[in-house]
């Protein structure tokens, strides 16, 4: 069964630095999507991207962050320079179009920022 | 802003019977909603979903229940198994949007 896939499963960086989280979505699904869930929290929509570019995004979603599709396969998240309430569980979700509401999850990538 | 409220943080039941999850939202112009399941781990699964033009949605052991004019949906697992021990999500959007606002879950253990 496809799945959307993430790298790297835990990643801890220092304050100040820049990340880039990768997902890989199911290869037939247009529509891309990042969450994130701060611990004990819940999950919060990020932004959404269609055609190469961000469809929709939250106020959360600010000049730090930018998404990027580099590649036919990959989708990245870009934090330019973390802070330390960016630490979460940063979840990748794809659906084969815009009104597909079923989401496809990743696994997640967990940021730590120290 | 909870526009999405799960008031329960956890729920326990046997194994066999109903276990009902519980979901609220403020946003009138919300029309379609979700269930998702997460095990430790793992990223939210979809489950099930409803749309607002039906008040319930049926698959296998699993029912979602809509009531609009309370601002209410609720997920019935029926018989409830071990397996389905995880924390439920629900999340609610609009026809015109992508972006969809999740609960803080409930975490359901099902006692065998």
């Known amino acids: 069964e496809p799945e959307v896939t993430q790298t790297p499963s835990h990643q801890v960086t220092q304050m100040g630095q820049e990340v880039i989280l990768r997902c890989v979505p199911i290869?037939?699904?247009?529509?891309f999507y990042w969450y994130r869930q701060i611990l004990g929290q819940k999950v919060e929509f990020l932004v959404s991207f269609y055609n190469n570019e961000i469809s929709e995004k939250s106020e959360i979603f600010d000049d730090q962050f930018s998404v990027e599709r580099p590649d036919g396969s990959n989708f990245t998240l870009k934090i330019r320079s973390t802070k330390l309430e960016d630490s979460a569980m940063y979840f990748c979700?794809?659906?084969?179009?815009?009104?597909?509401?079923?989401?496809?999850f990743g696994p997640g990538t967990r940021l730590t920022v120290t | 802003d909870q526009q999405v409220k799960q008031n329960s943080p956890s729920l326990s039941v046997q194994e066999g019977r109903i276990s009902i999850l519980n979901c609220d939202y403020t946003?009138?112009?919300?029309?379609?909603f979700l269930w998702y399941k997460k095990y430790p781990a793992e990223g939210p699964t979809f489950l099930i979903s409803i749309s607002s033009i039906k008040d319930k949605n049926e698959d296998g052991r699993f029912t979602v229940f809509l009531n609009k004019s309370a601002k209410h949906l609720s997920l019935h697992i029926v018989p409830s198994q071990p397996g389905d021990s995880a924390v439920y999500f629900c999340?609610?959007?609009?026809?015109?949007?992508?972006?969809?606002?999740f609960g803080t879950g409930t975490s359901l253990t099902v006692i065998p």
């Open positions: 999340a609610a959007g609009s026809n015109t949007g992508n972006q969809f606002y």
């Open positions: 979700a794809s659906s084969a179009s815009g009104h597909s509401y079923e989401q496809y």
């Open positions: 290869s037939n699904h247009l529509y």
């Open positions: 946003n009138s112009m919300f029309d379609y």
